[in-house]
Each structure stands twice: as C-alpha cells, then as structure tokens.
C-alpha cells in the first residue's frame, strides 16, 4: 500500500483558544489523538505556530496561524474508480461506488472520490456529497457560473433528489411523509452525532414502499431537505432503520449497545436520480445512476 503525499492542516485561531497553552488546546480540541500522541507530533516538529517550530507550551491568542504538517500516511483501501453519467462544458455527473468517500476527512486524502475526478476534471467542484457508503450521483460543477447558479438551486430546495433503501422490517403503509428534526445527541464515542431530535432542524422526506420482502422492505425516498444522515435517521424514526445500519436504531437515535460511527458500513443506500434546471442551457435534467443488484425489484 503506498503512501500519500501528507497534508498541511491549517488553521487560524479564534477567540476559544484564549489563554490556552497550545498542547492543551490541541488535546482539548482534537481529541481523535491522545494528549501523549500531540506531545509526540511537538516533539517531532511537525507542529508550527506563526511559522516557528512550536513547543506546545505556548499561551494562544486569536489571530494566530496553527499549521499541523501531518506526514505521509496510507490510506484505507477504498474502490478507486467511478463511471460518468453526464458531462458538457458546466456540469459532471458520476456515479460512486459504496465505500469511496466523496471529500476528505476522517482519514481519506487521495482515495477519494474528489481526488480521482480532479486528475480528469482539475477544476470539478462538488456541489454536494453523498456518505462513505452511499452509491449513486454525484454532481460537480466545472464552471464558475454553473457553481453559483447550482449552489444557489440547492439553497432553494429546487434539485429534486431521489434515493432507493433497503430497511429492515416490513411496512405496514405504502408512503410515509417524514418530518422527523434532526439534530446533535449524545454519542459515547464521538461525543455528539446528528440524530432524531424533538429541538432539531425541520427536516422533510417522502417515503414509499417499492417492494416488501421477508424481513425487509424497498423504499424509494424523496427529500425535500438535506440534513446529514437524513435517510436513515427519518427511515429508523419510523421504525425502519436501514437493514445492516451499525448506528442508527429504530427510534432514530444511536443504538443502546455499542453503536457504530457515520462512516461504517453495512447498509445498503444508493442516490438514484436527480433532476433540476440546468443552470445554463435552462432546460430540466435528469441523471440516473444504474441500481445496485441489491435493490432491484426481485419480482
């Protein structure tokens, strides 16, 4: 497995960093790596303060410019490919497999769906994402114009989006409107998650049953929203969490028993279609992504 190229994470610092020692603030706010593996990153010099080697004992004050130069790493072994659905001169839509994230983060720099479009498309700009886990379409931008004018048709819930889902259990209804809101509970180890919340963001959905099977049901979803994790927080508040889903339980919220993280797979979810005006030649698009064998109609 070959090694990235590393990355520079910077950051410039705000009025909570105040009065802070560096390690303390390092270890306080970036608690996937232990007080110890901080000290170990000061020690090797890969942490910089205002362009100088820091110690990890000096007090912050805001405006300051923190730089982690965090060294080559291997990545997780991820599917490195992706098909084209769509392409002309504003807009590219392609189609990504289960497990390849969309951006970066969480330990993915280069295996990600970002990186490998860009070695085709150098100026592609996503104008959405879907979950580590979630297949199906993706759209990026290639021109300026068509980047604003899209941002702005998301913005105003004017792309219809369009998802099939396998969950567990057999509905009882055939359409479910879902206005769960979603927001931050308790996660033991992430701290919070999003999640079913009486005091969320409205969040809309449209659920309707395109197959029953033994112990599980075919959905095909439309969402008017786009809150993280939608689908399978509003499928489990219904009592239908997607089958195999490591975190979310049948009330929408982290499962009791060791529940999974956002990332961790398991469950199948594929984004099947879009539609909206093309910001430039003014006429509707569709872009359908090909259905996972799993989640074809089996009758």
């Not at 114009?145 to 259990?169: F, N």
């Amino acid at each position: 497995m070959a090694l990235n190229q590393g990355y520079a994470y910077t950051e410039q610092l705000v009025k909570k960093a105040a009065g802070l020692t560096l390690l303390d603030y390092l270890s306080r706010f970036y608690t996937h790596s232990s007080v110890q593996e901080w000290q170990e990153r000061l020690q090797q010099q890969e942490v910089h303060l205002d362009g100088q080697v820091a110690t990890g004992q000096e007090t912050l004050k805001p405006g300051q410019t923190l730089i982690w130069h965090r060294p080559p790493w291997e990545e997780p072994e991820v599917p490195l490919h992706f098909e084209v659905l769509q392409e002309d001169e504003h807009l590219l839509a392609v189609n990504k497999p289960s497990g390849l994230p969309t951006m970066p983060g969480g330990g993915f720099l280069e295996h990600t769906l970002l990186t490998l479009v860009r070695k085709t498309h150098p100026q592609a700009s996503p104008l959405h994402r879907l979950g580590r886990y979630t297949s199906g379409v993706v759209l990026f931008a290639t021109s300026s114009e068509a980047a604003s004018l899209m941002a702005r048709a998301w913005r105003d819930h004017a792309v219809q989006k369009q998802y099939l889902a396998l969950a567990s259990g057999v509905a009882e209804k055939d359409v479910y409107p879902i206005h769960t809101p979603i927001g931050p509970v308790l996660h033991p180890r992430l701290g919070t998650v999003f999640a079913a919340h009486p005091e969320g963001k409205p969040s809309s959905s449209l659920a309707k049953v395109l197959e029953r099977r033994e112990t599980s049901t075919l959905f095909e979803v439309d969402i008017q929203t786009g809150r993280p994790h939608q689908i399978r927080i509003h499928l489990a508040s219904i009592g239908h969490p997607l089958a195999g889903d490591p975190l979310y339980g049948p009330d929408g919220l982290p499962l009791q028993q060791d529940p999974g993280l956002p990332g961790d797979g398991g469950y199948l979810l594929h984004a099947a279609r879009l539609v909206f005006e093309h910001p430039i030649k003014q006429q509707t698009t569709k872009i359908l992504a090909p259905v996972p064998s799993p989640l074809q109609l089996q009758k």
